[in-house]
């Protein structure tokens, strides 16, 4: 039983939930206190667009891509500087490499960074922008109430997104709780500095890993539970939080939402190897065919899915060119906000992210 459940309860919170929530936090303070200096510079420099989306798509996390979504329907950047956001993040899968392997992450992050650029300056160049098509269409007709004058939806009177401001739940303040004295367990444990079994003893026989980590499995599955289900980045409204308390509250959800993602990736692939015997080394999805079977997961909305296939990669379940085809073509939670705002735009950026996925996943299978 505990092997089985409660281990890999455990390691999705102390090898991955702590290390997110803390990341998280840290990024959303920065986006609270400096996000707006850095979209007011992109819209004065049109040409530095898809280099700005690149570097915010990149960031770990949804925020980044996200902040852009209301600057393409106002007309404000181009379509290249958002699909340059896209090709570049890998939504919350990139907080489960940063938190088991940072080197790894880093390197990973400046490829998605580098196809990103092209990509986006290659849109550009072709002079693909749906949205600005359709403007033109519409040029000559009177603008429906709601609509800016720019063309595109009048945000402040737009459609706002379920789940745009965070629940009050309870449980975030116990999430904190738990997180500050995992994260001092987790780290000599995780990075070997002491011996587990040694620390065990020292308490008296209480395993601090297991107790804390399965404590804070489940507040994140309270949490999760209580936004039913859905991530705190996915609407413009806490794409950027209002006050440091929201911050963490934010925080708070979108580590639970990674969490609970990341134990079920661990808890299935334990199921699996242990019931099965299974080992992740006759998984099918090796060559061009896991390639493609990763750049057409990434065409799924949303991060859940693609956190799950990230853990299982970190769980040994599948290849790299896999992997990199998937972080590419994910759009992450960025994808929901401009599908509210720019349904077509929307539907082909998604399409053409898969094209350097495809692309770049089997260039790595000749060149590794």
């Known amino acids: 039983m505990t092997e089985l ?25 920065l986006r609270w206190r400096y996000g707006d200096r850095v979209t007011d510079g992109l819209t ?26 209301p600057l393409y329907a106002r007309g404000k950047v181009s379509f290249g500087t958002v699909v340059a956001a896209l090709a570049a993040t890998m939504g919350d899968s990139s907080w489960v490499v940063l938190a088991w392997n940072p080197v790894f992450a880093l390197q990973i992050h400046a490829l998605l960074f580098a196809v990103g650029l092209v990509t986006g300056y290659v849109v550009d160049a072709l002079g693909i922008d749906p949205a600005r098509a359709a403007d033109r269409r519409v040029a000559a007709a009177p603008a429906p ?50 011996d587990p079994g040694a620390l065990t003893r020292s308490l008296g026989g209480v395993d601090p890993y297991l107790a804390l980590g399965v404590l804070g499995s489940l507040t994140a599955a309270l949490i999760f539970a209580a936004g039913r289900g859905r991530l705190a980045d996915d609407s413009l409204e806490t794409a950027q939080p209002r006050s440091l308390r929201e911050t963490l ?13 990341v134990a079920v990736a661990y808890l299935g692939w334990q199921v699996v190897t242990t019931t099965t015997g299974f080992d992740g080394s006759q998984l099918a999805l090796t060559g061009l065919v896991g390639v493609l079977v990763g750049a057409g997961i ?27 085809a998937n972080a590419i073509s994910q759009d992450g939670d960025a994808l929901i906000p401009l599908a ?12 053409v992210t898969t094209v350097p996925a495809a692309a770049v996943g089997a260039a790595l299978l000749v060149l590794l």
Do not use: K, N
Not at 298 to 308: D, F, H, K, R
Not at 341 to 351: F, G, K, N, P, Y
């Open 5 to 29: 459940v409660l281990r890999p309860l455990a390691d999705a919170f102390m090898q991955v939930g702590v290390y997110v929530a803390v990341m998280v936090a840290l990024f959303g303070w």
């Open 44 to 69: 004065s420099r049109p040409r530095l667009g898809p280099l700005v989306g690149a570097l915010l798509g990149v960031s770990p996390g949804c925020g980044g891509a996200i902040i852009l979504m």
């Open 145 to 194: 109430v709601g609509l800016a004058a720019a063309g595109g939806p009048d945000l402040a009177g737009s459609r706002r997104l379920p789940g745009g401001l965070l629940p009050r739940v309870p449980a975030s303040t116990a999430f904190w709780g738990l997180t500050t004295p995992a994260f001092a367990v987790s780290v000599p444990v995780v990075f070997q500095l002491v």
């Open 249 to 261: 509250r934010h925080s708070a959800h979108e580590a639970s939402f990674v969490t609970v993602w």
């Open 298 to 324: 990434g065409l799924i909305p949303g991060c859940a899915v693609q956190i799950v296939f990230t853990g299982l990669y970190v769980s040994g379940g599948l290849p790299l060119p896999t992997l990199v």
């Open 340 to 351: 509210a705002l720019r349904r077509h735009s929307a539907a082909l950026a998604t399409v």
